[in-house]
């Protein structure tokens, strides 16, 4: 088959992105991923209930943002990190759930930073259904057996 530079051209450039792309593939997720223990602290559990300022549903892991009264009456704005939408979602929880102005109490860890944020491991809403959000199954949330 006789095809024009032009083509030939084009062809070896697709292949060579084909092949470049599936060796590359395996550490993609791998450089972009992070392990637990090296942004939250296990020996500093979070106990926290406050109001929801925003969720933000997103891969690899979905956030939370929501205020917490203060001692002193004044009021934080948090964060927590949560596990994938998709992961969530087969737990049962939604982002409808955690609408602005919903209820929400959270256990999970602390950055390691100090920080307002963490990682979450168990929420749970106004009307009683608690979730687990976490992906890091080694971690129970705090106060658990």
Not at 3 to 26: D, F, G, K, M
Request: hydrophobic share 40%.
């Amino acid at each position: 088959m006789n095809l024009p530079h032009e083509a030939r051209r084009r062809i070896r450039a697709a292949l060579l992105s084909a092949v470049l792309c599936t060796a590359l593939a395996p550490f993609g997720p791998a450089v972009a991923h992070h392990a637990f223990a090296a942004e939250y602290d296990s020996s500093k559990p979070l106990d926290l209930s406050g109001v929801v300022t925003k969720a933000r549903w997103a891969n690899p892991h979905s956030w939370l943002y929501f205020d917490v009264k203060e001692a002193d009456g004044s009021e934080s704005n948090w964060g927590v990190e949560l596990g994938a939408p998709n992961t969530l979602a087969l737990k049962g929880l939604q982002k409808s759930d955690l609408r602005a102005g919903a209820q929400v109490h959270i256990k999970g860890y602390r950055s390691k930073n100090g920080g307002l944020f963490g990682y979450a491991v168990t929420l749970q809403l106004s009307d009683g259904r608690a979730f687990q959000t976490g992906g890091a199954q080694d971690q129970p949330a705090p106060g658990s057996p």
